[in-house]
């Protein structure tokens, strides 16, 4: 069956520069750098939006496969919905087709949730996002857990992952993008029932 409704979007949500590139507020990054690989593509700087993007395919090769537009916006993670919306609306993409990934404080670290829709739980990313299109969006939720003691919020998602947490960071991310292509292919409700474990 040929893919007729149009490309996917796929925002990886983080900051810009290598100070940021392992925090774990940049785990939406990491997983559009694996999509990215797997679809044999490298990121370009977009002029018409602030963003870095990539065109590629998800699927079984052929007419079964899915056109993807990754984003990485390089607008700093609170202004994330300025270079989503530009590439959504130059696109065409219908926003049940936007998938925004993300960090999670709420969600033990390495475990995924994914949904359509909801509030932004604080997260700066989300919100700038909502802000501009609404909430209707899918969204992989990649789970950071919360600050030990009472380390600042902002102070602990802009530090790097742990020597522990790293240990299974490549795992986590790379499940992470198989949700993603698990939503593009076999839709909400199987994603969920495979990864919101």
């Known amino acids: 069956m040929t893919d007729t409704a149009g490309p996917w979007l796929v925002a990886g949500l983080g900051n810009p520069g290598p100070e940021y590139a392992r925090n774990r507020h940049n785990i939406g990054f990491m997983v559009a750098d694996l999509l ?3 679809m044999g593509g490298t990121f370009k ?3 018409r ?4 993007v990539v ?6 090769p052929g007419p079964g496969s899915h056109r993807v537009v990754l984003v990485k916006p390089q607008s700093f993670m609170n ?11 130059f696109h065409k993409v219908p926003l049940e087709r936007l ?15 994914l949904k359509l829709g909801g509030g932004d739980n604080g997260h700066n990313g ?3 996002i909502t802000k501009s299109l609404g909430p209707g969006y899918l969204r992989v939720r990649a789970g950071i857990g919360r600050p030990p003691g009472r380390m600042d919020v902002a102070a602990f998602v802009l530090k790097d992952f742990s020597a ?17 292509e698990a939503l593009i292919t076999d839709g909400l409700e199987r994603a969920q029932s495979t990864y919101n474990s």
């Open 99 to 113: 998938i925004v990934v993300h960090d999670e404080l709420d969600i033990d670290y390495a475990t995924l949730r």
């Open 55 to 60: 065109e590629g395919r998800i699927g079984p």
């Open 79 to 89: 202004v994330s919905g300025g270079p989503v919306t530009a590439l959504k609306d």
């Open 164 to 180: 522990t947490e790293r240990k299974d960071l490549d795992w986590f991310v790379d499940r992470a993008a198989d949700a993603v």
């Open 45 to 47: 700087r977009d002029r």
């Open 36 to 38: 990215a690989e797997r």
């Open 126 to 128: 989300l919100k700038s």
């Open 49 to 52: 939006a602030q963003a870095q």
